[in-house]
């Protein structure tokens, strides 16, 4: 158990729907991410929140909408995907979004298929 | 930020056996950390060594750091099934703000 939860941990979906994905974290941290990972590719980083403000955004299409409530708590939108979205999502959080001097904690994962 | 590479890309081994995985990064760093994940599973930090550290230890696991040629290994001894995992480097700069994941070491440990 590393302190970050991440649900659901699989998800089908189709290009139609919509649906989120959530992470909490119970670790008292100030920093959050979402990180994507495909089939033999380097771990892909997403998006960056620390204090609730996004402070990174990695030419993510549009049909990821992330949205962080407060700073224990990260949803992933998803509408109208495409079945190459389909990898395992990761949320990860750290102490602060300085990533470099810190530790990153990851949830478990969403294994997400877009049919 | 820079990405670090691993290297090889899989390693299979018997139970038992020592198994060493390296990483090379392109740039000055003040650290560099590395990751374990397991099949499907997210990335569990084992451990972080800092600039001026040449060797670190932690249980079965042996990380060294060359700065001058920008290189680092992870020894992992008397491997067991349970070691089965990828591993992945992250190397670190204080000037700047993520950590860049590479591809990682496929490590195969059989019984």
């Known amino acids: 158990e590393t302190g970050v939860t991440q649900t659901p941990r699989h998800l089908v979906m189709g290009m139609t729907n919509k649906k989120s994905l959530k992470c909490e974290q119970h670790l008292g941290h100030n920093a959050m991410y979402w990180y994507k990972q495909s089939a033999k590719k380097p771990l892909e980083l997403m998006f960056v929140y620390s204090l609730e403000e996004r402070v990174e955004n990695n030419s993510v299409p549009s049909r990821f909408s992330p949205e962080c409530p407060n700073s224990s708590h990260l949803f992933l939108h998803l509408h109208t995907l495409q079945p190459e979205d389909s990898a395992l999502y990761l949320c990860a959080s750290s102490q602060d979004w300085l990533g470099a001097k810190n530790i990153q904690y990851f949830g478990a994962g969403t294994r997400l298929s877009v049919l | 930020s820079q990405q670090g590479e691993e290297d090889p890309q899989a390693l299979s081994i018997q139970e038992g056996e020592n198994a060493t995985m390296n990483c090379s990064y392109k740039?000055?760093?003040?650290?560099l950390q590395w990751y374990r994940q397991n099949s499907g599973r997210g990335l569990v930090h084992l451990i972080l060594i800092r600039s001026n550290e040449r060797e670190k230890h932690s249980g079965r696991l042996r990380v060294t750091l060359d700065t001058s040629k920008k290189s680092s290994s992870l020894l992992i001894t008397a491997s067991r099934a349970a070691d089965t995992a990828s591993y992945f480097c992250a190397p670190g700069s204080y000037n700047t703000d993520k950590l860049i994941f590479g591809t990682g070491t496929r490590l195969q440990v059989f019984p």
């Open positions: 740039t000055s760093i003040n650290n």
